[in-house]
């Protein structure tokens, strides 16, 4: 690309000057020269065509001259458009004014242009730097605003209607998912596998940003498809196992707790895939983890087995199931938040909503965090079971 140059200068002579000594390096393309012989053309042709590099101006003009002509330019805010500023020797006060106004430099007359050719370079050199930075502040402000759409379109994919389902009130859930960035592995998952049964999942994908994203949306397609034609728990993490090692890239796995909920009797079979275990909150009170299966993450071996439990729910039993990033959420003294800190905060939460038992969570890990930013993606899923009428 040719360097864009404008040159304005009410004397005739210098267009033929500046033309004939740079001869060979407008003819390889290397300089592109145009001419103004006013501040008041210069600037027309500015509007014109904004796409000039330098402007070599003379400050003593007709019309409108030099100083106005670079006040001009800088209401355009253009900071790869330079200046350099042509006057008499002696001229030093208007020199020194435009340097103060921003003008990247200047040359006095008789103009030596062996000097004035290095300062075009220089400004070159200069202006390249900023034409670079530019695109990439241009490339980076459109990866933003990829990933804000990707960040709406992963939330969209996830449940949000809380309680999703109309009919008698056997149970109550509610989710929220956060991602540390702008878009995040964690997903849940919550559906009605037939009248009888209800389907819900937590799961987290190795690593964050954008390939974790995409893993989790390959990864919750693929564990709701199958569960939805799975009886068994541990089946559907069995067959998604070996989906996902298949699709998997650069070693990428997720952890899943999967579990069936009868909402009739009570009885929820699970299958947890080296995820964190649940908390059940007991109506009584009391607090305890959910016992793990013992199964490793999907996604890592295809020939994996995986088992299942069962756990009775009764009366207003509650459930909460969580990511790492709830437990492993650290303060500026670089604590953990912890799994004990967890089961204290849901001993209070016996008598709570499922909305209640996530929005006291996550206002406990974030009184802990106070100012240290979030490291990791937090989701959290609480279900709330009612004695079947």
């Known amino acids: 690309m040719a360097l864009k140059i404008l040159s304005v200068d009410d004397e005739q002579d210098l267009e033929i000057l500046l033309t004939q000594y740079f001869r060979r390096k407008i003819k390889k393309g290397e300089y592109e020269f ?3 012989h006013n501040g008041l053309e210069a600037l027309q042709m500015l509007l014109a ?5 330098i402007i070599l101006s003379d400050i003593n003009m007709p019309e409108m001259d030099g100083l106005t002509l670079l006040t ?3 209401e355009m805010c253009n900071p790869a458009l330079k200046c350099i500023m042509v006057s008499a ?3 030093m006060e208007n020199i020194r004014t435009a340097m103060n106004q921003g003008a990247f430099d200047f040359t006095t007359k008789p103009i030596n242009l062996e000097d004035l050719e290095k300062t075009i370079n220089k400004a070159a050199q200069q202006i390249s730097f900023i034409k670079k930075a530019q695109q990439e502040h241009s490339q980076l402000e459109s990866i933003q605003n990829d990933l804000h759409v990707a960040q709406e379109i992963q939330q969209t994919i996830l449940p949000k209607k809380c309680p999703p389902f109309p ?8 989710a929220c998912m956060s991602a540390a960035k ?3 592995g964690d997903f849940y ?5 037939d009248k009888d049964r209800l389907g819900i999942v937590i799961a987290d994908v190795s690593g964050k940003g954008v390939s974790a994203a995409i893993f989790m949306a390959v990864s919750r397609t693929v564990i709701r498809a199958i569960a939805l034609t799975e009886n068994s728990a541990a089946l559907c993490m069995e067959r998604s196992n070996i989906i996902l090692c298949q699709e998997s890239v650069s070693d990428m796995f997720v952890t899943v707790f999967y579990g069936i909920l009868n909402i009739h009797s009570g009885v929820l079979v699970y299958s947890n895939a080296g995820h964190n275990p649940p908390v059940l909150i007991k109506s009584d009170g009391t607090v305890s983890y959910v016992p793990i299966t013992n199964d490793i993450i999907l996604g890592a071996m295809k020939d994996a087995q995986y088992h299942e439990k069962s756990l009775q729910l009764t ?3 509650k459930l909460l199931l969580y990511t790492d990033g709830v437990t492993e959420a650290m303060n500026i003294d670089h604590e953990l938040y912890g799994n004990q800190r967890l089961l204290d905060n849901c001993c209070i939460c016996s008598d709570r909503t499922p909305q209640e038992i996530v929005e006291n969570v996550i206002k406990s890990v974030s009184d802990f965090t106070a100012d240290n930013a979030q490291s990791d993606d937090i989701t959290l899923l609480a279900v709330a079971y009612h004695q079947s009428e």
């Open 34 to 36: 145009s001419f103004a």
């Open 49 to 53: 065509k904004p796409d000039f590099d």
């Open 72 to 74: 001009k330019i800088n």
């Open 89 to 91: 020797y002696g001229d």
């Open 167 to 174: 009919g008698p009130k056997a149970f109550d859930l509610f």
């Open 182 to 184: 702008y878009v995040g």
């Open 189 to 193: 998952d919550f559906f009605r596998i």
């Open 315 to 317: 009366g207003e039993d």
